[in-house]
């Protein structure tokens, strides 16, 4: 049920599936003069936040959620480009309002800000690539991802693929695979606050007292969609920093995510095989 109505103000919306320890309110108050409208999404008890622009209760997850906001609402086309958000995912002070200026300049289709890099990192690709603001991908996760207009028309029907939301990210990279249609926004670093707990995370407790099998969902999607090549940075394509001399810009950024992809890949390699060894089944 959409609380207050449908009430678009803005060009842009940030969609926050939340619970009692949401970042959406801290967010807020650091975005006095924000160019976005706000709807959360609880899966826990509503919290005291009487500014919202919209609220709602729907769904067993974050994309159940704004599938039922969409119909409501009526969108997309009502804004330019909307983000979905986990609530362990910090901007920096004006970072969502930059994200989506970002966005609307480049006019990218499907993006996602980048994960600073002494944070919770799932996907090595996501790590912050300081010498770009926008870098050519060939995937994005569903922790933060930012739709324009034209891709939320182009991939909601994916939105209801699994129960986990876990795999829906890898169905956008084959759909869109050859395409050049996906970007991380690495002008704009984000925190993921906490680590993916696959073992007593509350979502994941629920999602097993349900007889969900995150694995079994995710070999599912894998099954029914091509492979796209896995996550990676792409050659070419990317906007680099201002500053950053022309003639080494693409060598030097090619050599920065060889040195990220050491750093991160090779532990979160070892963290899926310990997991495996130990019986969980999660993907992170």
């Not at 119909?71 to 909307?82: E, I, M, N, S, W």
């Not at 060939?138 to 029907?157: G, K, N, T, Y």
Request: net charge positive; hydrophobic share 40%.
């Amino acid at each position: 049920m959409l609380r207050g109505g449908f009430r678009p103000g803005k060009r842009y919306l940030a969609f926050f599936r939340s619970g009692p320890r949401s970042l959406h309110r801290r967010i807020m108050d650091e975005d006095p003069q924000r160019n976005w409208d706000i709807c959360v999404n609880w899966w826990s008890a509503p919290g005291a936040c009487p500014d919202l622009d919209m609220q709602t209760s729907a769904g067993g997850n974050k994309y159940e959620g704004f599938l039922e906001f969409m119909q409501h609402a009526d969108l997309p086309g009502k804004y330019a480009y909307v983000l979905l958000l986990d609530d362990d995912v910090y901007f920096r002070p004006g970072d969502v309002s930059r994200l989506f200026e970002l966005c609307d300049r480049h006019r990218l289709y499907l993006s996602q800000p980048a994960l600073l890099r002494d944070t919770n990192i799932n996907h090595v690709v996501t790590a912050q690539n300081s010498l770009c603001d926008v870098r050519r991908v060939s995937f994005i996760e569903v922790m933060a991802p930012c739709f324009s207009a034209q891709a939320l028309r182009d991939l909601s029907h994916t939105f209801g693929l699994t129960r986990s939301t876990c795999g829906i990210d890898l169905a956008w990279a084959s759909l869109l695979r050859d395409k050049n249609l996906i970007r991380v926004v690495d002008a704009v670093g984000v925190a993921h606050t906490k680590p993916v707990d696959t073992t007593g995370g509350p979502f994941y407790l629920k999602l097993r007292a349900m007889g969900v099998d995150v694995h079994e969902e995710v070999t599912d999607i894998m099954r029914r969609f091509p492979e796209f090549g896995g996550p990676r940075t792409l050659r070419g394509g990317h906007v680099y920093r201002a500053g950053v001399p022309t003639i080494v810009a693409a060598p030097a950024a090619a050599l920065f995510d060889l040195a990220t992809r050491i750093r991160f890949g090779v532990p979160n390699a070892l963290r899926r095989l310990r997991d495996r060894a130990r019986g969980l089944r999660g993907l992170t």
